[in-house]
């Protein structure tokens, strides 16, 4: 089948157990999954989307995402968008007369699989606080410009590495295309503030043109002319941090007028007021401010990998897992895209990534421990593939956090991964990445420091497989108890084996995010997509 073909089935697939077009008020898609917004979740043949070949996983949040991988989601979702079109004037589907999905596979993946999700639905609840929506809000700004990050920290590091080559060989030809691959990968960059206004107004109830305009302010190279209370303005000052003041503050003010302005007039004074309020704003109070925000974040982080590199390691990297199950990691976003903007890089990144690799070694442990559980380690060699690719929430809901003791170990070789990384800068080699989203080893070719990608990525690889070499040992010697472990091996026909006439599906038990940061994020039966995150490691 062709390539086209076979996405357009999927479309048309999971369209069919989703419910319907009518049961669709929303598609969008990330570098992952396809985002959907629905009627009635109750319609959604949820058993039979986490069986369908094509699909990873799926995360129920406040949209219904389905993991397809960034090789297919822009292609099945743009099939899928044309097929809720075409169908807008159809009436809405008949419920499903499919009765409710069928029980639970047994044996200890499964046991375990409803146990991570269990504790992820009591996560989700916990998490739906106001101050977590608000983080939440704020990393719906920063995830969608995920892939371009991505794609100018490629070309940025292909640049470098042509620069190094044409200056060790006196190259004019490469030397040409140096300026080629600068303004690739630095045009999206330079406006960065725009697309985070235009995403933050659309967040806040705005008009999205309307917070870009406003954020375009940001990057006007004309502010340089404007006289403040703290002096002249710089082009760029405050940079996103600044932009997304002024965009949330537009947003609010567009709203705030709409409510008095009489409707004759509203096409007319309604953006007006908003964007000259705002934008004053901005230049007289947000731009400065988020400068000193901005400055100290970068000095900030700075310091503290300078004097307490192997520390900050050890604890950033060793808590970051737990960071993602609290939804704390995408308040990090903000800043990993501040230090980008500054730097050229995060040196935070990395570090955090090493969560990843210490979650991997722990699920190998698991594995090699449970050598007569089938059912338990087919779900680890599912899941553990996609944790060195960057994908580790289904290691985190499928095997290590409702084993309990595991995910802790797994923070301990996440730990001495983070304290290595940290140890190197604060001896004067900085680790970064000029991306978020991706990590695992998909992070390599993102990488960059202050000695340039090559020690960054040496630090960074031995660094992930030193958390998860730890990881293992500390989980065999320790994850488990004896108990567990005659509990994870006891023979067919006693609780917590599957008998062997059953199937378990490849992906059972299975959850993932990407780091951010959504980030790609991948889940099977039980779980959830994280994020990313951009945080790494888990999106």
């Known amino acids: 089948m062709h390539a086209n073909d076979k996405h357009a089935q999927t479309a048309r697939d999971l369209l069919e157990l989703i419910g319907g077009p009518a049961n669709i008020t929303s598609i969008a898609h990330c570098i992952s999954r396809l985002r959907l917004g629905v009627v009635d979740a109750g319609r959604i043949e949820a058993r039979r989307i986490k069986d369908h070949p094509a699909v990873m996983g799926v995360v129920e949040d406040d949209t219904y995402q389905i993991v397809l991988g960034p090789a297919a989601v822009a292609q099945v979702a743009d099939a899928f968008r044309i097929l809720a079109e075409e169908a807008e004037d159809v009436a809405p589907a008949a419920e499903s007369d499919a009765g409710p999905p069928g029980d639970p596979v047994p044996g200890d993946a499964a046991a375990l699989a409803a146990k991570g999700a269990a504790m992820k639905a009591e996560q989700k609840r916990k998490n739906s606080t106001k101050g977590k929506l608000f983080i939440r809000k704020i990393a719906n700004i920063f995830v969608p410009l995920i892939p371009a ?40 960059m330079s406006l960065i503030a725009v697309f985070v206004g235009f995403n933050a107004a659309k967040e806040f109830g705005g008009t999205p043109v309307l917070g870009g305009a ?50 004759a007039l509203q096409a007319l004074l309604v953006p007006t007021v908003a964007v000259a309020l705002s934008g004053l704003a901005a230049l007289m109070i ?185 990881a293992c040992v500390v989980t065999w010697f320790f994850g488990l108890s004896k108990s567990m472990i005659a509990e ?25 995010t990407s780091m951010g940061t959504g980030t790609g994020t991948r889940t099977g039966t039980t779980g959830t997509e994280g994020t990313t995150g951009p945080a790494p490691a888990h999106r």
């Open 214 to 263: 406003v954020s375009g302010i940001v990057v006007y190279a004309g502010v340089a002319n404007v006289e403040t209370f703290a002096g002249p303005l710089k082009p760029g000052q405050g940079g996103v941090l600044g932009a997304l003041a002024a965009a949330v503050l537009c947003a609010y003010l567009e709203k705030w007028a709409r409510r008095w302005v009489p409707d």
């Open 488 to 512: 994870l091996n006891a023979p067919d026909g006693t609780p917590g084996t599957e008998p062997t006439t059953t199937r378990t599906p490849a992906n059972a038990g299975a959850t993932a």
């Open 286 to 470: 947000l731009m400065p401010v988020a400068g000193e925000i901005a400055s100290g974040i970068g000095n900030g982080a700075t310091w503290l990998l300078t004097h307490a590199g192997a520390g900050a390691g050890v604890i950033l990297g060793g808590l970051f897992s737990t960071l993602v199950m609290l939804g704390l990691h995408q308040a990090l976003i903000p800043i990993h895209t501040t230090l980008i903007e500054q730097q050229g890089f995060s040196a935070l990144y990395p570090i955090l990534a090493m969560a990843g690799g210490g979650q991997a070694g722990a699920a190998l442990a698991v594995y090699l421990r449970a050598r007569h559980n089938p059912s338990l380690r087919r779900t680890v060699k599912s899941a553990l593939p996609t944790c060195v690719l960057g994908v580790s929430e289904p290691v985190i809901y499928g095997v290590t956090l409702p084993l309990v003791r595991p995910f802790i170990t797994a923070g301990i070789g996440a730990a001495v991964g983070g304290g290595l990384v940290g140890l190197f800068a604060q001896l004067g080699t900085t680790t970064g990445s000029t991306a978020i989203g991706p990590a695992g080893l998909v992070l390599l070719p993102l990488l960059d420091g202050s000695r340039g990608i090559g020690p960054a990525a040496l630090i960074y690889t031995v660094g992930w497989f030193l958390a998860a070499a730890v």
């Open 149 to 188: 990050l991505i794609a100018c920290g490629v070309i940025a590091g292909i640049g470098g590495l042509l620069n190094s080559i044409a200056l060790s060989t006196h190259s004019s030809a490469l030397a040409g295309v140096i300026p080629v691959t600068t303004a690739l990968s630095q045009g999206f």
